[in-house]
């Protein structure tokens, strides 16, 4: 940039003697034209007014400047200026058709000229000089400046920010110097706390260009802060899941397994499969080594560390969300492509949605055990309180019935007292797995009390669907046996029904109608179904 300021300058210097050398020469050519004419009209005015022209054309011709003086038939009036033969030529007009022409010795004229051009370009030349080497003086401090500030912007871009400036300048170049070193003080204290930050949730090995870097991070933690929050709002795991999948989608990545596992379990209730990912875990997903382990399981480590894994390509396999009751398992399958970014930034998405997962995963289940016997796995009352009413307001909507069945082991406490709790447990759970077979999926059994039960029937046509229900539970109870560490017990339940909307007309009173019938069957010598009538009322005082 210097150097283009001084050739500017020195163009300018050049041009501007050229043009001034010009008009001083016109000038001075201009000048000397007048004189010359005003000498020529004064010889003119003296020969015409002498008599012996002759004589005085001859005296003319003798004086050291004229060279020549004679008469021309010719009217003009000028002065040529011949610099090849040193001459001045000069024409005067003295009659219509006469003119003097007087031909001037011209060296010294022409020399003091050139003596005159030379000191004026050489005074040119000097001041062009002096001019560029005070203006490299003065301005070669700011041209370093801007030279610097481009060297540092150069290493900003690259993400250094330690390139400071220096100059010898002082005043307002010096406060601008003082106050670019401290600003890249501070963006260097900045920058350093965002690397620091965003390197904390994002695993990644640095690039080249660590601004770019920041820049495509950021970025992603922002589009993860979006999709936590969205998440956050998602109705269950699976959902969250979905929308997990989505993004490895966008990532470009060809083929992966999303994998949810139950904890408790062991099983795994969700899987999300894209390409060819050659694992053969989907059904006991104790066989994965990341669940094993709780360890990523990089395949470029070690060769053939999965021993479940049976292709030749390289994987990825990460757990999240590992310590409570659910795991994931992301495995990835790549080729030869670098993909180290990519799951840099999937590990950030698993690891900030891992908590909310695992929070709605919890909820789930501890909502689930709230309604559920631990025993038995039956739901309990409180499950009744929540949806009895829903399947009560269903069956009015499409016009159907709804069955109950209150079921109660006879003489239940004789197990208790003989051969323990224990064994007495046993006998529920046993009993309990027996009516769950005996129903639909549709219909629902609730462990109403210590040995009671009760089945609703949902979506049925006539008492007769009840008693066929009932019957069958009561006679596969019957032959059931229940094993101890002694002997094989059996037992026989007792069960009374009543049905929505024939005898009852809400919930509570199909409840304890089928309670009445229960206790009619108990009266009657137990081991049978009982179906609840309007005499039952009467027999009980109802």
């Known amino acids: 940039m210097k150097k283009r300021i001084l050739i500017i300058i020195a163009l300018i210097m050049i041009i501007s003697t050229i043009i001034r050398t010009v008009m001083v020469g016109y000038s001075f050519f201009d000048y000397s034209k007048k004189i010359i004419q005003s000498e020529s009209e004064l010889i003119a005015d003296i020969i015409m007014e002498t008599t012996d022209k002759t004589k005085i054309l001859n005296l003319i011709k003798n004086s050291k400047t004229i060279n020549d003086i004679k008469f021309i038939k010719e009217y003009k ?26 031909i001037y010795n011209g060296e010294l004229y022409f020399s003091k000229l050139k003596n005159a051009t030379v000191n004026l370009l050489l005074i040119a030349s000097i001041s062009l000089i002096l001019i560029i080497l005070i203006v490299n003086y003065f301005l070669t401090p700011y041209l370093e400046i801007l030279d610097s500030v481009k060297k540092s912007t150069q290493h900003i871009l690259k993400g250094d920010f330690n390139y400071k400036l220096h100059t010898r300048l002082k005043g307002k170049a010096g406060d601008f110097i003082n106050s670019y070193n401290e600003f890249l003080d501070k963006l260097n204290e900045s920058f350093g706390v965002i690397e620091q930050k965003y390197t904390s ?66 099983k795994i209730f969700y899987i999300k499969q894209k390409g060819d990912i050659c694992c053969s875990i989907q059904d006991n997903p104790a066989l994965c080594r990341a669940y094993r382990s709780k360890h990523e399981i990089n395949s470029k480590n070690y060769k053939n560390l999965c021993e479940f894994h049976y292709c030749k390509n390289k994987y990825f396999c990460i757990p999240f969300s590992s310590e409570g009751n659910f795991t994931g398992i992301l495995k990835i399958m790549y080729e030869n492509e670098n993909i180290s970014d990519k799951i840099a930034y999937i590990k950030a998405y698993l ?192």
């Open 77 to 102: 009036n000028d002065v040529v200026f011949d610099i090849r033969d040193k001459t001045i030529t000069s024409f005067y007009p003295i009659e219509n058709d006469k003119s003097i022409k007087i």
């Open 201 to 266: 949730l994002i695993e990644k090995n640095p690039g080249t260009n660590p601004l770019y870097d920041a820049k495509e991070t950021i970025s992603q933690l922002a589009d993860i802060f979006k999709f936590k929050r969205v998440i956050e709002e998602d109705i269950n795991e699976t959902v969250i899941l979905d929308r997990l999948a989505y993004v490895i989608d966008t990532f470009g990545i060809n083929n992966y397994m999303l994998t949810g596992i139950d904890n408790n379990t062991k």
């Open 351 to 542: 690891k900030e949605t891992s908590a909310i997962i695992e929070s709605k995963y919890t909820l789930k289940l501890l909502k689930k055990q709230s309604i559920k016997d631990p025993l038995t796995g039956l739901y309990n009352r409180r499950f009744l309180e929540e949806t009895l009413p829903k399947i009560i307001s269903s069956a009015n909507r499409r016009h159907s019935k709804v069955g109950f069945l209150m079921i109660d082991i006879d003489h239940f406490k004789k197990i208790n007292d003989t051969y323990g709790h224990d064994i007495g447990d046993k006998v529920i759970q046993t009993i309990s797995s027996v009516i769950l077979n005996s129903i639909r999926e549709s219909d629902i059994a609730v462990r109403f009390g210590g040995e009671e039960f009760l089945v609703i029937l949902n979506n049925i046509h006539s008492i007769n669907d009840v008693l066929r229900v009932a019957e069958k539970i009561r006679k596969t109870i019957e032959k059931t046996k229940c094993p101890t560490v002694k002997k094989t017990i059996k037992k026989t339940v007792s069960i009374g029904a009543s049905l929505y909307s024939d005898n009852c007309q809400n919930v509570s009173e199909c409840i304890k109608n089928a309670d009445l019938a229960l206790y009619k069957a108990k009266n009657n010598g137990r081991n049978q179904v009982v179906i609840f009538d309007e005499k039952l009322k009467e027999e009980s005082n109802y």
